[in-house]
């Protein structure tokens, strides 16, 4: 069962209401609040996705998969990738001694919301153990220390996960293998020892090789299915290729769908295993339409061919993306932002996979978020935010559905009563510029469950 999903009620819902109305405040939340709206728009990603038998995936850090972080993860994702969790150094930081703490999490999460989860990854040039990387090792050593560490941890999953990433990122730009501990110590076989090695340990999880820049037809791409075709003819097991897919704005490569086709066409699966599209800081309204468009187009490029198993995002939120630190002055490349509010790429993803939206024919928006959560405590923040219109002073009501209550707020005024909160703005911050955004924050008590509850913007 999912255990944390709310049905079909988004947990991060956006109330839209045009700005300026006069309606009465208490009358409107009472009407919204008891009867939100269920439109197609709604409907989670996994649930178009499930319907044309897609995965639409993400990236997961596990140590988040609380609050709205992992209400979101839940409800909008049939796939989890742990993000760092299962790489070398992760699991296996000092020579045989092992931690599977964050790797357990997710699997058990995803279990628990009826997701596949895919291993990422086995045998790769970056992140592994200082003691690996630092060592010197015979050739036998090496391959005994690859075979050993996949009959270790793909065993320890054995039939509970749907894919593994085995090999990661085995080429360079121009086609030619990198040089990395693994090339260099056992040269190019070593790839087909550890996919052997990975069905051995666990026969029903499809094998994958993953790379980047091999989204397009290209030197790189050609030389990575000049591979799979080697690898299929010598009957080394191959399932499938993963295009990682960290793309840049504006340059979604034009033969994406050729290039998914011919691996298809080789008899292999392929899978978008990492979106996300980057954008120069700070991104603007047109450039997250574009981004949007963009992202509709791998996921129309992947609905398009039968054998792609679907699109895993690389974090559904910017809070929880690798781009800012890794590219600095570059972001935004996630279909949620920071707090936790859909962009216009996460309905373009939804309309890719046959959802419809309704456009948004308003201006301000009020999103509540939990953005941490303690045994019996919470700490929520609602933000409020205005693109086409201006506020000069807000209301934000909701009513808690699971007896939860407010026991502090700051930067605005709350007050609760029953299960009806009211939050008018402080002195300094009833001002939302169009393109702004004001957030306040408060903390509250919870038992047995704290789903987010519909807000509304007065
Ligand atoms: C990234 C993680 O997201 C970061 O948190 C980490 O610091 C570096 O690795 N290709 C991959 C992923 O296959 O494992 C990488 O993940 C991103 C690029």
């Known amino acids: 069962m999912r255990s944390l999903r709310t049905g079909s009620t988004p947990a991060s819902r956006v109330t839209r209401v045009l700005t300026g109305a006069l309606t009465g405040f208490a009358l409107l939340g009472g009407l919204l609040l008891s009867a939100p709206a269920a439109h197609a728009a709604d409907e989670p990603l996994r649930d178009l996705a ?32 742990p993000g760092n969790a299962m790489k070398w150094a992760s699991v296996e930081p000092a020579r045989g001694s092992f931690d599977w703490a964050e790797a357990d999490r997710i699997v058990d999460f995803a279990e628990a919301n009826g997701q596949q989860v ?229 309905h373009a993803i939804a309309e890719a996979l046959g959802g419809t939206t309704t456009p948004p024919t308003d201006a301000c928006t009020a999103t509540y978020s939990v953005v941490n959560q303690w045994n019996t405590g919470f700490t929520g923040q609602v933000r409020i935010a205005c693109d086409g219109a201006a506020l000069s002073s807000w209301k934000v009501g909701w009513s808690y559905g699971a007896g939860q209550q407010i026991t502090q707020a700051w930067n605005a005024t709350c007050n609760q009563s029953g299960a009806t909160v009211t939050c008018s703005n402080a002195s300094y911050n009833g001002t939302v510029p169009d393109g702004g955004s004001v957030t306040f924050g408060f903390n509250g008590t919870w038992s047995g469950s704290n789903p987010v509850p519909v807000v509304t913007l007065g």
């Open 118 to 346: 895919r291993g990422h990854t086995l045998v790769w040039h970056s992140q592994n153990p200082d003691w690996l990387t630092n060592g010197t090792w015979t050739a036998a050593e090496l391959r005994r220390l690859m075979t050993d560490h996949i009959a270790t941890e793909v065993g320890r999953y054995r039939g509970r996960l749907a894919t593994w990433d085995v090999v990661n990122e085995p080429f360079n730009e121009d086609g030619t293998y990198r040089q990395t501990l693994w090339y260099n110590g056992l040269g190019a076989d070593y790839i087909a020892e550890a996919l052997t090695a990975a069905r051995a340990a666990d026969p029903s999880a499809k094998l994958y090789i993953n790379d980047y820049n091999v989204e397009g037809v290209n030197a790189k791409s050609t030389a990575l299915y000049n591979l799979v075709r080697d690898l299929k003819a010598r009957g080394v097991p191959i399932d499938g290729v993963g295009l990682q897919a960290h793309l840049i704005l504006g340059q979604v490569p034009s033969t994406l769908q050729q290039n998914i086709q011919r691996f298809a066409d080789l008899g292999v699966d392929v899978a978008i295993t990492e979106l996300d599209i980057r954008i120069d800081l700070p991104a603007d309204s047109a450039e997250l339409a574009q981004q949007a468009a963009e992202y509709r187009q791998v996921v129309n490029a992947c609905v398009a061919v039968d054998r792609c198993a679907g699109v895993t995002v690389w974090g559904f939120t910017d809070s929880d993306s690798w781009i800012p630190d890794t590219f600095p002055g570059q972001g935004a490349a996630t279909p949620y932002d920071e707090n936790y509010a859909p962009k216009p790429a996460y």
């Open 50 to 81: 499930d319907a044309k038998g897609k995965v639409i995936g993400t990236a997961v850090t596990g140590s988040k998969l609380t609050g709205t972080y992992g209400e979101i993860a839940a409800r909008e994702f049939n796939a989890l990738t």
